[in-house]
């Protein structure tokens, strides 16, 4: 219990942030056989809410229709820590660093023409924050033939494990081995397990917290 407190994101301003710099979420609804089906979906965390465009037609459209309780999730694999990093022989000491965000939450239809406008342009900014589109309006054919699926979270828990569970010595060691072992992703993992490069070698510039 005392290991899960320090994996916790308690701020919903850094969840809210990391939501909205990952490009794809999975949102999983119940189908008519009581299944789950998780689908991975475009999104933008907008008003509170999760907004996601679809096809006007579809089964996770039909379920939620009838079955408005969906689950979303979005994660991101910062490292994997391979098992010799830690033991010569042991393979269960290989780990992952990672942060993930799980809600759960009420799903809707969006009917509303403003409502399904500012989703589609909030969107928009999301994945095209260079510009080089018009705005769009709710007189536009488009807002219209496109659905908005609007996810309302009841829960959302936030996870990270960037290292803050390693003492300073050993956050050392494991970025000393992540550098070694040249991955593209090595350099910005260090950094956010507060690693920084210096003449003399690495060193602890900060504790890492999300």
């Given amino acids: 219990m005392q290991l899960l407190g320090r994996l916790e994101i308690k701020s919903k301003e850094k969840i809210i942030e990391f939501l909205n710099q990952q490009e794809t979420g999975r949102v999983s609804s119940i189908d ?3 299944f789950p089906q998780i689908i991975p979906m475009n999104f933008v965390y907008a008003n509170d809410s999760i907004y996601m465009h679809s096809h006007p037609r579809g089964e996770k459209l039909e379920n939620i ?5 969906v689950g ?42 403003k409502e399904k406008t500012l989703a589609l342009n909030e969107l928009m900014k999301k994945y095209q924050p260079e510009g080089g589109y018009e705005k769009m309006s709710p007189n536009m054919e488009v807002v219209e033939e496109v659905a908005i699926i609007k996810v309302t979270p009841v829960t959302i828990r936030g996870k990270y494990k960037i290292g803050q569970h390693f003492d300073k010595k050993t956050r050392l060691d494991i970025a000393k081995k992540i550098l070694e072992r040249n991955t593209p992703t090595a ?21 890492p917290s999300w």
């Fill in 32 to 34: 008519k056989d009581g």
């Fill in 65 to 69: 229709t009838k079955n408005p309780k």
């Fill in 187 to 207: 350099n910005n993992t260090i950094k956010m397990m507060g690693i920084i490069k210096t003449k003399e070698g690495l060193q602890v510039s900060e504790e």
């Fill in 72 to 113: 979303f999730e979005v994660d991101q694999s910062l490292e994997f820590l391979p098992s010799y990093f830690s033991s010569p022989t042991d393979a269960s000491q290989a780990d992952t660093l990672y942060i993930s965000v799980v809600i759960k939450g009420k799903a809707v239809l969006v009917t509303d023409t």
